[in-house]
């Protein structure tokens, strides 16, 4: 009997250590490892005071937010967790289309070229600018490989290094699936501007990145770079990068108004009444990029379901949407096809144009055809 008790003593004692180790190395992560980012000063949280929708330390959305978070659904989420739908991934590494980093930028000062990289990242050449959107490089759409699965395709499009000079990056909130630090790092001297959302800029300049090519905006605020009319315009979401700083930047969409396109950016987020008013404030838009995953009834109200993506992009005057958030990284527990299989389904209902390229290729406003392959039925 009382080996027995030294035994189990044993094991509490070194359960225990573990734990105790585990919390340790997680302090230490959270306080120094620099993926967190910067916070705001008292100054600058004042000036977010002023904006109408910035209380106690938080951004606030234009319609409330319901995560339903009580007893019965973080027992549901919980469930979810551990027994997903078996599809939850690809059954095998995605081949992705390579671009050719010489063809970017060339004889394409007239028409506007769309590349998708996969999820929300996006390479957009308008009237001969060279702009990406929420780029992401990376194989873990978290702060660390242990907290996160790993991407679905183990090559990009291109590779940072091909890329040329970059006019501007854009950033729509700064979660991990938006907002990554190693892609950061690698681009932050090959472009000569950032367009971000209120206080997400304190990260970029956390990161080294020199405050004279930040640009800050609010909800509705419009900006230009070159010929390109730009403005920040809302969604229904969150931010947050840590344990402590859940909504302390703002989150949004994009418009970009060119010479050879209309475009509008979703980002992410809920369906809302702002989808209508973007559209009655700068649609139509020749294209949407419109997102569609990583979804779950418990968070309606911050990821829109496919069927409400269709809807939003109609809300907004897009006259073709391309679906987005999906088809890269597995952040809910629905199948990794579902997303894309409702949203194509919905579009053809309610006869709105849908284009479905795979992650890589290219599609060019104005074209007869767009692409429209159905790649994800190989995986």
């Known amino acids: 009997m009382n080996i027995l008790l030294k035994i189990l003593k ?14 340790m190395i997680g302090t230490i992560f ?8 910067g916070s705001a000063s008292e100054e600058q949280v004042a000036e ?27 027992e549901q989420m919980v469930k979810e967790m551990f027994t997903p739908d078996p599809n939850v991934s690809p059954k095998n590494n995605i081949e992705v289309v390579k671009l050719d980093p010489e063809s970017i930028g060339k004889n394409l000062s007239s028409k506007t070229r769309i590349t998708w990289f996969g999820h929300s990242s996006f390479l957009i050449e308008i009237d001969g600018l060279n702009i990406l959107i929420d780029p992401v490089f990376g194989q873990y759409a978290a702060p660390h490989p242990l907290l996160g699965r790993s991407r ?11 890329l040329p000079k970059i006019d501007a990056i854009f950033i729509s909130h700064d979660h991990y699936d938006h907002l990554d630090y190693p892609s950061i790092e690698k681009l932050k001297n090959r472009t000569d501007a950032f367009f971000v959302p209120l206080g997400v800029g304190n990260h970029l300049r956390a990161w080294g990145i020199a405050d004279d ?4 905006l609010d909800w509705w605020e419009e900006t230009a770079l070159a010929t390109l009319k730009i403005v920040f315009t809302p969604s229904r979401h969150m931010s947050g990068r840590g344990l402590t700083d859940q909504s302390a930047t703002l989150w949004g969409s994009w418009v970009l108004h060119g010479k050879t396109g209309r475009i509008f ?10 989808f209508a008013e973007i559209g009655k404030k700068y649609g139509p838009f020749h294209i949407g990029l419109m997102e569609c995953g990583q979804y779950n009834k418990l968070w309606a109200d911050v990821h829109m379901m496919p069927e409400q993506t269709v809807q939003a992009a109609k ?65």
């Not at 980002?267 to 702002?274: E, F």
Request: hydrophobic share 40%; glycine share 8%.
């Open 10 to 23: 044993w094991i509490g004692l070194t359960i225990l250590a573990l734990l105790l180790i585990i919390t």
């Open 30 to 37: 959270l306080n120094t490892s620099p993926q967190f980012g």
């Open 48 to 74: 977010y005071k002023a904006t109408g929708h910035f209380a106690d330390g938080v951004w606030i959305n234009p319609e409330p937010i319901d995560m339903k978070l009580d007893c019965h659904s973080v």
């Open 152 to 162: 679905y395709n183990r090559d990009m499009p291109i590779e940072i290094e091909e």
């Open 213 to 216: 090519i930040i640009q800050e």
């Open 265 to 274: 950016f979703s980002g992410d987020g809920g369906y809302g009444a702002h």
């Open 315 to 379: 809300d907004v005057g897009a006259i073709m949407i391309v679906p987005i958030h999906w088809g890269s990284f597995t952040l809910a527990t629905h199948s990794w096809i579902d997303p894309i299989e409702r949203v194509t389904a919905e579009a053809r209902a309610q006869k709105l144009r849908i284009s479905t390229p795979q992650i890589g290729e290219t599609l060019i406003l104005g074209s007869a055809q767009y692409p429209s392959t159905r790649w994800w039925e190989r995986h």
